[in-house]
């Protein structure tokens, strides 16, 4: 599986931008779906991460309330909603697909496919 993220840019605190990882391959469905992110100078993060029906996700506790992802298996894509957004949102988002894991696996090592990570940059 090949993944595209895409959808990043410049926006002011409290504003909003939609992600899209678009993924490659006939399996995607079969995976669950995440995405990351990773600023300057920390390591790679959970944001959430949503099972191969959509119908179940998980996210980390710095995004609840304010970001939703969502995937369409037809189109092999999964989007992450940003709302809200903080300056502390600021960082490069990955996308990621793990054949292993669950909606709450939010170790990086376990995602067996990533995307090449799109900036965010939130300005307050």
């Known amino acids: 599986v090949q993944l595209q993220a895409s959808g990043g840019g410049l926006v002011q605190a409290g504003g909003s931008l939609r992600l899209s990882c678009a993924a490659s391959?006939?399996?995607?469905?079969?995976?669950?779906m995440a995405w990351f992110r990773q600023a300057p100078g920390k390591e790679r993060e959970f944001v959430s991460a949503?099972?191969?029906?959509?119908?179940?996700?998980y996210y980390a506790d710095s995004v609840k309330g304010r970001f939703t992802i969502s995937r369409d298996n037809a189109k092999n894509t999964v989007y992450l909603q940003m709302n809200s957004l903080k300056p502390e949102d600021t960082a490069v988002y990955y996308c990621?697909?793990?054949?292993?894991?669950?909606?709450?696996?939010?170790?990086?090592?376990?995602?067996?496919?990533w995307g090449q990570g799109t900036q965010v940059t939130v300005s307050s």
């Open positions: 990621g697909g793990s054949s292993r894991g669950t909606v709450r696996t939010v170790v990086p090592g376990v995602y067996d496919y």
């Open positions: 949503i099972n191969w029906s959509g119908l179940r996700s």
């Open positions: 391959g006939r399996t995607f469905s079969n995976y669950v």
